[in-house]
């Protein structure tokens, strides 16, 4: 009886823990099984969470350098080992919360691999080696992504680095190559950059953000190369020699031509991530991928196979860590007979740099391309009194409002602490708000927040503030 479930999770990410949760929540045993030592997943183990924090110090970092202007003057130096510290001791506290809600809900966390010997057999193996067969009524897939690479090129964590690499290097490089303007990219980047670094971002596309709006691409790009980031866009790179002490980067444009080289110290991989699925025993069972490698899955997250689940980075839909989340809610409320959903039009995205970015809906370029007949309403932080007084004038909010209904389609924020400010604009988009219901809501005074009632009153051509 020991080694039988309601639930078994394979993957302990925000998907996977969460599912594990919820499902005890409403009353079902449920073990979640994760191949690192702790739980978490690359989120709070080597992605958002530790990124989060080198942003943060970093941040921290320049500001107290360049205070001079706000009559704050003091001798600043960095101790790179000691941020580190910062990073670890955050990540730590986080893991242990999760062991901690493991206990509290009775869940039965397992330390190794699992694989799919049936619809309702899985095999654990600990990471010592130890193997047990775990016996399911239901299972869920929850185990992420993985880095995506080059060709040719070798990441080997040192000086060719994936996103874990760079949040573990011993030293301020000279130069880091970030190979993607993704989100992942721009903020690894950043870090590097305040703490000292030169930094050139090679992008593919002729903009950087991938699919954010066009208007607040270009925006951010002109603030990041403000602050001293370099780009190569409608460039790839093509090889690495890492034979010489310093990397030589072959670097053409992608439309092809003449390569150029360029030498770096570290060199950034970020061109994207893909599902992992390997050694999860899917084929063996039948469960079917869809032609990018994604485990299929209907409306209610289930997979071709009768009691095998799937959700976050391993379906379709954006790779974030709060989308997994949800769909971890949702599936264990399925599996326990409850009306599980998630609003896929309503999921946010942010970029943690300096200015931030952040989005919820869809671009102006989206809107257009639907046919939709809309309105846009937009204000500058330059005339928000709290960026201002913060000197965080960079960038605006955008509303994108339906012509006819007035609804809001999406909302767009490059500035300070966008992040944060987006979460009213979801909020309003899950109770379909027109423009007008934020422009109507009083908001205080002086915060960044009335930038976006600013944009809600521009949509309708009546802005207030200057």
């Given at each position: 009886m020991?080694?039988?479930?309601?639930?078994?999770?394979i993957g302990?990410?925000p998907?996977g823990?969460n599912?594990a949760?919820?499902?005890?929540?409403?009353?079902?045993?449920?073990?979640?099984?994760?191949?690192?030592?702790?739980?978490?997943?690359?989120?709070?183990?080597?992605g958002?969470?530790?990124?989060?924090?080198l942003?943060?110090?970093?941040?921290?970092?320049e500001?107290?350098?360049?205070?001079?202007?706000?009559?704050?003057?003091?001798?600043?130096?960095?101790?790179?080992?000691?941020?580190m510290?910062?990073?670890?001791?955050?990540?730590?506290?986080?893991?242990?919360?999760?062991?901690?809600?493991?206990k509290?809900n009775?869940?039965?966390?397992?330390?190794?691999?699992?694989?799919l010997?049936?619809?309702?057999?899985?095999?654990?193996?600990?990471?010592?080696g130890?193997?047990?067969?775990l016996?399911?009524?239901n299972?869920?897939?929850?185990?992420?992504?993985?880095?995506?690479?080059?060709?040719?090129?070798?990441?080997?964590?040192?000086?060719?680095?994936?996103?874990?690499?760079?949040?573990?290097?011993?030293?301020?490089?000279?130069?880091?190559?970030?190979?993607?303007?993704?989100?992942i990219?721009?903020?690894?980047?950043?870090?590097?950059?305040r703490?000292g670094?030169?930094?050139?971002?090679?992008?593919f596309?002729?903009?950087?953000?991938?699919e954010?709006?066009?208007?607040v691409?270009?925006?951010?790009?002109?603030?990041?190369?403000?602050?001293g980031?370099?780009?190569?866009?409608?460039?790839?790179?093509t090889?690495?020699d890492?034979?010489?002490?310093s990397?030589?980067?072959a670097?053409?444009?992608?439309?092809?031509?003449?390569?150029?080289?360029?030498?770096?110290?570290?060199?950034?991989?970020?061109?994207?991530?893909?599902?992992?699925?390997?050694?999860?025993?899917?084929e063996?069972v039948?469960?079917?991928?869809?032609?990018?490698g994604?485990?299929?899955?209907?409306?209610?997250?289930?997979?071709?196979?009768?009691?095998v689940?799937?959700?976050?980075?391993?379906?379709?839909?954006?790779m974030?860590?709060?989308?997994?989340?949800?769909?971890s809610m949702?599936?264990a409320?399925?599996?326990?007979?409850?009306?599980?959903?998630?609003?896929?039009?309503?999921?946010p995205?942010?970029?943690?740099?300096?200015?931030?970015?952040?989005?919820?809906?869809?671009?102006?370029?989206?809107?257009?391309?639907?046919?939709?007949?809309?309105?846009?309403?937009?204000?500058?932080?330059?005339?928000?009194?709290?960026?201002?007084?913060g000197?965080?004038?960079?960038?605006?909010?955008?509303?994108?409002?339906?012509a006819?209904?007035?609804?809001?389609?999406?909302?767009?924020?490059?500035?300070p602490?966008?992040?944060n400010?987006?979460?009213?604009?979801?909020?309003?988009?899950e109770?379909?708000?027109?423009?007008?219901?934020?422009?109507l809501?009083?908001h205080?005074?002086?915060?960044?927040?009335?930038a976006?009632?600013?944009?809600?009153?521009?949509?309708?051509d009546?802005?207030?503030?200057?």
């Amino acid at each position: 009886m020991a080694d039988e479930f309601d639930l078994v999770v394979i993957g302990g990410g925000p998907g996977g823990y969460n599912c594990a949760i919820r499902a005890a929540q409403l009353g079902l045993k449920a073990a979640c099984i994760d191949k690192r030592g702790t739980f978490g997943g690359t989120c709070l183990n080597v992605g958002c969470i530790p990124s989060k924090a080198l942003l943060h110090a970093s941040e921290l970092f320049e500001e107290a350098s360049h205070g001079a202007a706000l009559g704050v003057k003091a001798e600043v130096s960095l101790d790179l080992k000691a941020m580190m510290g910062f990073k670890e001791k955050t990540v730590d506290e986080l893991t242990k919360g999760i062991e901690f809600l493991f206990k509290k809900n009775k869940i039965t966390g397992l330390k190794g691999t699992g694989k799919l010997l049936s619809a309702t057999e899985v095999l654990f193996t600990s990471n010592e080696g130890e193997e047990k067969k775990l016996t399911a009524k239901n299972i869920v897939i929850a185990t992420g992504s993985d880095v995506i690479g080059l060709p040719g090129i070798e990441i080997d964590e040192k000086r060719v680095v994936s996103s874990t690499g760079a949040l573990a290097l011993d030293k301020v490089p000279g130069h880091v190559l970030v190979i993607g303007g993704g989100v992942i990219g721009l903020e690894l980047g950043s870090v590097w950059r305040r703490l000292g670094a030169e930094v050139t971002v090679v992008e593919f596309l002729d903009h950087i953000g991938g699919e954010m709006d066009g208007e607040v691409s270009k925006t951010f790009q002109r603030a990041l190369k403000k602050q001293g980031m370099k780009f190569k866009l409608s460039s790839k790179v093509t090889g690495v020699d890492a034979s010489g002490k310093s990397l030589k980067v072959a670097v053409e444009p992608a439309a092809g031509g003449d390569a150029e080289t360029v030498e770096a110290d570290v060199v950034l991989m970020c061109i994207g991530r893909k599902p992992f699925t390997e050694g999860l025993g899917l084929e063996d069972v039948g469960v079917a991928l869809d032609a990018r490698g994604r485990i299929d899955v209907d409306g209610h997250y289930r997979t071709n196979v009768a009691g095998v689940y799937a959700i976050g980075d391993v379906i379709k839909g954006p790779m974030l860590a709060h989308k997994a989340e949800d769909e971890s809610m949702a599936v264990a409320e399925v599996i326990a007979g409850k009306a599980g959903h998630v609003n896929y039009d309503v999921i946010p995205s942010v970029v943690y740099t300096s200015p931030e970015v952040a989005f919820v809906g869809m671009t102006e370029e989206q809107v257009k391309a639907a046919g939709i007949e809309y309105k846009v309403g937009k204000f500058p932080f330059m005339a928000n009194a709290k960026a201002k007084v913060g000197g965080m004038t960079d960038g605006f909010a955008k509303i994108i409002a339906d012509a006819k209904t007035d609804r809001v389609l999406g909302v767009h924020i490059v500035g300070p602490d966008a992040g944060n400010l987006i979460g009213e604009a979801a909020v309003a988009m899950e109770f379909g708000a027109a423009a007008e219901d934020i422009a109507l809501t009083c908001h205080a005074h002086p915060t960044l927040s009335e930038a976006i009632r600013q944009a809600a009153l521009g949509v309708d051509d009546r802005i207030m503030q200057m």
